[in-house]
C-alpha cells in the first residue's frame, strides 16, 4: 500500500484534533470541578448525577415541610400552654367564689373575670399561622370561635404533612371536642355565679377533685385533657426532631455521593493535562518534519 503525503497530512491533523480535544475537556474539567460538562461526556455518571440531585431536591423540600410542621406544633403547645395557666387562674378564681361569705359585688367581679377568661380562651382557640387556623381541623380557613360560638363546621381531622420518604405526621390538635368542653364549662362556672341562689359548695363542685359530684366537666378534667393534649403534642415534636436529624444526615450521604460522583480529581486531572501537553508537542515537532510544505523541501 502507498502512503501518500495527503494521507501523511490527515492522519497527522486527525491526530491533533483528537489532542485538542482531550486537552480542551481536561481544562474544562479543571475550570469547572467536574467531570462532565455535558451529559455525552460520560452519560453514566449523568444519569447518577441526576438521581442524586433529585434525592438532595427531596431533602430540602422534607427539610421545608418540617419547617411548616414545626411552627405548627410549637404554636399548638404554646396555645395549649396558655390554656393550662387559663385553667390554674380559673381554679383559684373558683376556688374563692366558693366562700359563702363573699358579697353580691364580689362574686360579680369573679364572674366578669371568668368571662374575660372565656373570651380569651376562644381568642386562643382561632389561633392562626401565615392564614391557617390551626385548631379547626382540615377547615384550617374559618376560625374556630365565629360571634362568641363554636363554628359548626370545623371538624376534629387531622392536617397531615409529609416529612420524609412516605411518612406524615398531624401537626394539630382536636381543637374542636377540647375547645367546645372546656367553652361549656366556662359558661356553667359564669351561670352559677350570676345565680344568686347558688351556693359555695355547689360553685366548689366546679374544682372536681374526688369529693366532686361532676366528673367530666369540672376543672380538674379540663385540665387533665389539656395536658394530655400537650403530651402528644410533645411527642410529636420529639418525632419531628428524630426525623429532622436524620433528614440532616441523608443530606451529608447524597450530598459527598454527588461529589464523589462528579467532581475533579486536581491532582491526576492536572496529571493528564501535563501528559497529553508533552504528547500534542512531541506530535507537533514530529509532525512538522513528515509533512513537505514546499515543492523544494518535497524534491530535496
Do not use: C
Request: net charge negative; glycine share 8%.
Amino acid at each position: 500500500m502507498r502512503v501518500t503525503q495527503s494521507m501523511l497530512s490527515s492522519n497527522m491533523l486527525r491526530n491533533l484534533n483528537n489532542s485538542y480535544g482531550k486537552m480542551s475537556k481536561l481544562q474544562d474539567q479543571l475550570a469547572s470541578g467536574s467531570k462532565i460538562n455535558r451529559p455525552s461526556d460520560d452519560p453514566v455518571i449523568a444519569v447518577k448525577g441526576m438521581g442524586y440531585r433529585r434525592d438532595l431536591a427531596k431533602v430540602e423540600q422534607y427539610t421545608r415541610n418540617i419547617s411548616t410542621a414545626n411552627s405548627w406544633l410549637d404554636s399548638t403547645d404554646e396555645s395549649l400552654n396558655q390554656v393550662g395557666e387559663q385553667m390554674k387562674r380559673v381554679r383559684e378564681l373558683v376556688i374563692q367564689a366558693a366562700n359563702d361569705t363573699n358579697t353580691p359585688e364580689e362574686r360579680e367581679k369573679i364572674k366578669n373575670e371568668i368571662d374575660q377568661i372565656r373570651q380569651h380562651l376562644q381568642d386562643v382557640g382561632n389561633t392562626n399561622i401565615s392564614g391557617s387556623y390551626i385548631f379547626s381541623g382540615t377547615k384550617t380557613n374559618e376560625p374556630l370561635f365565629a360571634g362568641g360560638n363554636l363554628n359548626p363546621n370545623v371538624n376534629t381531622e387531622g392536617v397531615n404533612i409529609e416529612i420524609y420518604d412516605g411518612i406524615q405526621i398531624p401537626v394539630n390538635a382536636p381543637g374542636k371536642d377540647l375547645f367546645k368542653n372546656i367553652d361549656d364549662m366556662m359558661i356553667e362556672i359564669s351561670d352559677l355565679l350570676g345565680d344568686p341562689n347558688v351556693t359555695g359548695p355547689e360553685i366548689g363542685d366546679k374544682l372536681g377533685g374526688v369529693s366532686s359530684s361532676s366528673t367530666n366537666d369540672n376543672i380538674t378534667a379540663m385540665h387533665n385533657k389539656v395536658l394530655e393534649a400537650q403530651a402528644d403534642i410533645g411527642a410529636r415534636q420529639n418525632r419531628v426532631e428524630m426525623m429532622e436529624n436524620r433528614l440532616g444526615i441523608r443530606e451529608v450521604n447524597v450530598t459527598k455521593q454527588l461529589s464523589d460522583n462528579e467532581s475533579v480529581d486536581y491532582a491526576q486531572t492536572i496529571t493528564e493535562m501535563v501528559t497529553n501537553e508533552s504528547i500534542h508537542q512531541a506530535a507537533l515537532s514530529v509532525g512538522a518534519k513528515i509533512i513537505q510544505q514546499t515543492l523544494v523541501d518535497f524534491i530535496r
